[in-house]
């Protein structure tokens, strides 16, 4: 209770007197049911941040088991790899779109929504909730919309099959006897 009061109190200060440019969760090996993340802050002294960049990176190219093997190529690993990335292995490695995006943090990712990798969320929406810093509190989930048939028409067709093996079971029976 006290730890957590503290780490609120920790994460006010940042928010209120330094920028808070980047954080990101990484889904490696869960401890504890809870996900590393990095918080990088940067002085402005300028009185504190007005928005917060927030990344969603979910890997750095390499297993999240124990062994942590390489998923691609050693060209292709690393913040700045040889070989430029496809989407898939985007996928797979995470590390130079979030260096990309870094670099963006004052213009372009200012504009992307919520729903997307990265995007910035504004001080009074901190300050709202709680100075809470995690990815999800603030990222927006698009469900897809499921459309199903209706209950009527499906026991209509199971009645129509059971129908089916009916017959195909008095075939049977003929063939049988």
């Known amino acids: 209770m006290i730890a957590g009061m503290i780490f609120k109190q ?3 200060v940042r ?7 980047f954080s990101d969760k990484l889904s490696l090996q869960k401890v504890r049911d809870a996900y590393p993340t990095r918080l990088i802050f940067t002085k402005t002294n300028s009185g504190g941040a007005d928005k917060v960049w927030f ?31 496809t989407e898939a292995e985007h996928g797979k490695n ?5 260096l990309t995006r870094w670099e963006l943090r004052e213009t372009t990712e200012l504009e992307r929504p919520r729903t997307e990798q990265s995007f910035c969320v504004p001080k ?3 300050v709202a909730n709680g100075y809470d810093l ?19 028409d499906i026991m209509a067709k199971l009645a ?8 195909g079971m008095k075939k049977l029976e003929g063939m049988l006897f």
């Open 10 to 12: 920790f994460r006010r």
């Open 160 to 167: 129509e099959l059971e129908d089916e093996i009916q017959t």
């Open 55 to 85: 990344y969603n990176m979910l890997a750095d190219g390499w297993s999240l088991d124990d062994k942590r093997q390489p998923l691609l190529s050693e060209e292709k690993l690393g913040v700045t790899p040889a070989e430029a990335l």
């Open 124 to 126: 009074a929406d901190i």
């Open 15 to 21: 928010i209120a007197y330094h920028f808070s440019r």
């Open 134 to 152: 995690s990815i999800n509190r603030y990222k927006e989930v698009v469900h897809e919309v499921i459309e199903h048939r209706h209950p009527k």
């Open 94 to 98: 995470n590390l130079p779109d979030v």
